[in-house]
């Protein structure tokens, strides 16, 4: 399309003010009415499997449905034939202002005064889709626009869901922005209005500070983030009652944010008018924090610290390694003495068999000089035996010896290399042994779980433990792939500390990436 084309014979378009992934809106005039007005032009050439006719008709419906302040009237909607394709179009009330986008972008962040009254309005708007049973699905800067008198509207309800109807979007596809998207919809565990309240607490974030919750460049990092992590705490110039609107709004359960849109709109007031807001329903407790759920919203508690590093999968509590190599040193004592006493028993040059009366003085000085005297034929696999208990005994005793040991050493040293060298008996022995102190953790992602175990065994960690990720990329990694691992290579870690790896799962292999 060029500036001055006429389409439907009195709309002329003049330039291009916003682009997306489906459509170019321009500036235009109504040549019949007079008047200056936005033409949302679809692009040509989309791919049909996306349905993006049918698509761009659902927004026109949708727009058109909708009443309210923060809503786009819409005019017109059609097609017409322009050489040998044809031109579908959307003709809206044109928003003299600019987007939030462009506003942060020259402003770089808003004070909690304008954000909260951003946040209230567009929350309004908000909620006059949710009872429709519209969900936008792609709230963020970009799709609310703000005039000259700071007046919000939301747009670009181009991939909005109607509850009620059939998806035009394959239910395993997630759509959205990636810094702005609630966890639900990354888990396509299906969308509902609270998933637009969260994106909009995501955008207020950004207008206190800057920047969104989950600020990277990977956007695998920002996915764990919505799902698993906690966002940065906000300016201290930031009151307590606007952190707790924005803290509630970005719960990771949809349960535990805001009943509505509109409830969120009078918390967003109240919090710098100082008024309070209407009296509603307590929230749906959840079964994890029944006390915050019935807390008004200006009692909340702002963000908690940061988070450095990913949430963790619960520990099984381990036993503790030098507690166990006691128990094994100890038993291995037991062994000993029981069979030296079964020897000196047995033990021909005893006369007849039997132990003297008052013998048992003895039995001290014969276990020790056991080892040394000339053994008997038929006492020789007991004293096979108690040789072996001995240096079981004698090794369990030299490791609980070396743990103070520097790193390199030569008992250290002989320890790793035992299960390499040694055989027999030594051989499981040597497995068993948990290394003491601390290393750096290996870079263990790009390879399958269970290279990674292995590797991070052999640099002698032994708490590793697997769990799934949700990563969003193409093409899509190999099944069991470690895609995040915390602590992060390069650190230094406890040997018997828990390592885990965050592995992504293609559901249709079928086959298990944890141990």
């Not at 799902?227 to 609107?245: F, K, T």
């Not at 450095?308 to 128990?327: F, G, L, N, S, W």
């Not at 290996?442 to 708490?463: I, K, M, Y």
Request: proline share 7%; glycine share 10%; aromatic share 6%.
């Amino acid at each position: 399309m060029d500036s001055g084309t006429l389409i439907a014979g009195r709309y002329r378009l003049d330039r291009v003010i916003a682009s997306g992934g489906m459509g170019s809106v321009w500036r235009a005039e109504d040549e019949r009415l007079d008047r200056t007005v936005a033409v949302k032009v679809l692009h040509a050439g989309l791919d049909g499997s996306q349905r993006p006719r049918d698509r761009f008709e659902r927004e026109a419906k949708t727009l058109a449905s909708l009443k309210g302040p923060g809503c786009v009237e819409v005019y017109d909607f059609g097609e017409e034939a322009d050489g040998d394709r044809t031109v579908v179009f959307l003709v809206m009330e044109l928003v003299d202002g600019v987007s939030l986008a462009e506003l942060l972008h020259r402003e770089e962040k808003l004070d909690p005064a304008r954000t909260m009254t951003i946040m209230a309005q567009a929350a309004e708007a908000l909620a006059a889709a949710h009872r429709r049973g519209i969900v936008h699905r792609d709230i963020k800067p970009g799709n609310i626009l703000i005039d000259a008198e700071d007046r919000v509207k939301v747009v670009d309800f181009g991939i909005s869901l109607f509850q009620n109807r059939s998806r035009l979007t394959p239910s395993d596809q997630v759509l959205g922005t990636a810094p702005y998207v609630s966890p639900e919809q990354l888990r396509d565990k299906g969308v509902t209005g609270a998933s637009d309240l969260y994106s909009l607490g995501a955008v207020a974030y950004e207008c206190l500070t800057g920047t969104p919750p989950f600020d990277a460049a990977d956007p695998a990092a920002v996915i764990h983030g919505h799902l698993y992590s906690e966002p940065p705490a906000l300016p201290a110039d930031v009151s307590a009652e606007v952190a707790g609107i924005v803290s509630r709004s970005l719960l990771k359960s949809p349960e535990d944010r805001w009943e509505s849109g509109d409830v969120l709109a009078a918390a967003a007031r109240a919090a710098t008018t100082g008024q309070h807001p209407v009296e509603t329903p307590p929230a749906v407790k959840s079964s994890k924090d029944a006390t915050t759920a019935d807390a008004p919203p200006a009692a909340r508690a702002p963000f908690p610290p940061p988070v450095t590093r990913p949430a963790q999968p619960a520990a099984v509590e381990q036993p503790d390694p030098r507690r166990r190599r006691r128990m094994i040193l100890v038993g291995a004592a037991v062994a000993l003495v029981a069979v030296v006493i079964a020897v000196l028993a047995l033990n021909p040059f005893a006369g007849d068999g039997r132990v003297a009366e008052g013998a048992e003085g003895h039995s001290s000085t014969g276990a020790s000089s056991s080892p040394t005297a000339e053994p008997s034929t038929t006492a020789g696999a007991d004293t096979a035996t108690a040789e072996a208990g001995a240096t079981s005994a004698a090794e369990s005793s030299a490791a609980e010896g070396d743990t103070g040991g520097s790193e390199g050493d030569g008992a250290g040293d002989g320890t790793e290399d035992g299960g390499q060298t040694g055989g027999g008996e030594e051989d499981s022995g040597g497995d068993d042994t948990v290394k003491e102190g601390s290393g750096e953790v290996p870079d263990v992602t790009g390879v399958s779980t269970f290279d990674a175990r292995d590797e991070l065994t052999q640099a002698g960690f032994s708490n590793v433990v697997a769990a799934i990720g949700y990563y969003y990329y193409s093409p899509e990694p190999a099944h069991c792939t470690v895609m995040q691992q915390s602590p992060t290579a390069g650190e230094t870690a406890d040997y018997t500390a828990q390592i885990t790896v965050y592995f992504h799962e293609r559901t249709s292999e079928g086959t298990s990436c944890s141990w």
